[in-house]
């Protein structure tokens, strides 16, 4: 049975009275395709064209007024950038023929849910059972070849089985076993983009599983290995490589609640369904603002929200190397969230991350025992210790604060204690509360004073006591104790006979009694 699709007017129009005009034939194919057939959101497009693919690409460049990149021109591949009404960046994609037909061309792709074309009057041109395995959910190579031509198609394979909620074919999964290790071969910043948008699913760790399962994740972050064979002591209950994918997992469900996504079905975290109703509870005061400080994309592209993914992933890489026992047969991993943020810099740096992308995450992975440490300390948390944990951290301590949430319930699991458990979340929402409410008056209160009006004041010049003393007014005003300028010069005068400020911010306690 013949099936018709039916393509937006907008971009395939033109496109296709551009072809025509030039006497080459042009075919919509891959994605595109796939996409419409599932009924998903359509974005960027492929076309495969009969020849001269970089001349129709210019061509439509100048008569949409877009812009024209030439992709590689030996092989006939280019790209055109358009806007469409709602000004959201298209991307057009256009590429000559591999080999001598279409079917040829089809033939030389990766999956057969790729592997279909549309044609001139609309009729599906599948030749290789795409849309069989579309009904059947199943992401299949078209041959063991695929892997071979393209290392990354691997990776690939995995993560549209996340995205389009798919299955791999069995075979399909043997020949990616077999080729495990050629994917290096592809180059890190392609590893990298393939791999983050398997975190950026909403099942990352069933996937990130998967990868294991299927040997190359230990291609992409090897230091993930040394993870499965370390033990740990209660009250964790499982090795440091399962607690990590039940981190990643309630991770996934505090997004969940972010996002409004209904909740999906937890495959490795198994806290109890009281406990995610008390984490809703919290959350959802905080669900807007959280919204909007997850959806911001650092340099590179990453959404916050995926990086915090990665920092769930990464968070214990430290541990395999900080294992201590005492006498008792304990296991300590003193700084291991150090030594984790160490190899954390590492691995990102290699995979070509920006930055300020490894420096978000890895700030992460070494803060991520904070709230931790402030929920165990009997007494109230005061107003300066949650200056000084946003001090240290600025805005990620947003995600140290949610990667300590999914943290403790991978740990304690169906094993919560009432009490403990209560305790850490009200420190989340002490810490979220201020950051998100009371930003102003605690996280970052506007100047009482300047180094300028110190200096003259006080009768001393330019050097690191004046840094000492603006610091040491900041955190007592978001602490409360100062609230005008001459109590903050009166402090400064105080701090300043104390031995050049010895008695500032950093003798001061994080909590009180």
Not at 227 to 250: C, G, M, N, Y
Not at 368 to 380: M, T
Not at 386 to 403: A, H, M, P, T
Request: proline residues 6%; charged residues 30%.
């Amino acid at each position: 049975m013949s099936v018709h699709i039916t393509l937006p007017r907008w971009p395939w129009g033109p496109v296709r009275t551009i072809a025509d005009r030039r006497g080459v034939s042009v075919w919509p194919v891959g994605g595109i395709v796939r996409d419409m057939l599932l009924g998903r959101p359509l974005h960027d497009w492929d076309f495969a064209v009969e020849r001269d693919a970089v001349g129709l690409a210019r061509a439509v460049a100048d008569a949409l007024e877009g812009a024209y990149f030439p992709l590689d021109e030996e092989r006939d591949t280019a790209r055109v950038v358009l806007r469409n009404r709602r000004g959201r960046r298209v991307e057009l994609d256009f590429a000559g023929l591999r080999g001598e037909t279409l079917l040829d061309d089809l033939r030389g792709r990766d999956f057969t849910i790729n592997a279909m074309a549309v044609g001139p009057e609309g009729e599906l041109i599948d030749p290789l059972g795409g849309l069989g395995d579309l009904q059947a959910r199943l992401v299949r190579a078209i041959g063991p070849t695929s892997f071979e031509d393209d290392p990354l198609r691997m990776l690939r394979a995995v993560r549209l089985a996340a995205e389009l909620e798919m299955r791999l074919e069995a075979k399909t999964a043997a020949w990616i076993i077999q080729r495990a290790d050629s994917l290096p071969e592809a180059s890190p910043e392609r590893i990298r983009d393939e791999f983050v948008r398997i975190l950026a699913t909403p099942s990352p760790a069933e996937h990130v599983h998967m990868l294991d399962e299927l040997r190359l994740l230990s291609q992409v972050i090897p230091e993930v290995e040394p993870l499965k064979e370390q033990p740990q002591s209660p009250p964790h209950r499982f090795d440091v490589w399962w607690h990590t994918l039940l981190v990643i997992d309630a991770t996934a469900g505090l997004l969940d609640v972010v996002w409004g996504r209904p909740p999906f079905p937890r495959l490795y975290a198994d806290a109890s369904e009281q406990a995610w109703g008390e984490v809703r509870d919290l959350l959802e005061p905080f669900v807007p603002s959280l919204k909007r400080h997850l959806s911001v994309r650092l340099r590179g592209g990453r959404r916050r929200a995926t990086l915090l993914v990665m920092a769930a992933l990464c968070h214990d890489l430290g541990k395999p190397l900080t294992c201590t026992e005492d006498e008792e047969g304990h296991l300590h991993f003193y700084n291991h969230e150090r030594e984790g943020a160490r190899i954390t810099v590492r691995r990102m740096r290699h995979l070509r991350f920006s930055q300020a992308e490894v420096k978000r995450v890895s700030t992460m992975v070494r803060a991520h025992l904070r709230p931790g440490h402030l929920a165990r300390v009997r007494g109230a948390v005061t107003r300066r210790a949650i200056y000084r944990f946003f001090r240290d951290l600025g805005s990620v301590g947003v995600e140290v604060c949610l990667l300590s949430l999914a943290d403790h319930l991978a740990t304690w699991g169906p094993n919560l204690e009432a009490d403990r458990w209560a305790r850490r979340r009200e420190v989340v929402r002490l810490l979220l509360s201020h950051y998100f409410e009371r930003h102003e008056e605690t996280i970052a209160p506007t100047p009482l004073v300047d180094g300028r009006e110190l200096m003259e004041d006080l009768g001393i010049e330019e050097g690191p006591l004046v840094g000492r003393l603006l610091e040491a007014i900041r955190e007592a005003q978001a602490s409360g104790e100062v609230r005008t300028r001459e109590e903050a010069l009166a402090l400064a005068r105080r701090l300043k006979g104390a031995e050049g400020g010895a008695e500032g911010p950093e003798t001061r306690p994080d909590v009180e009694a």
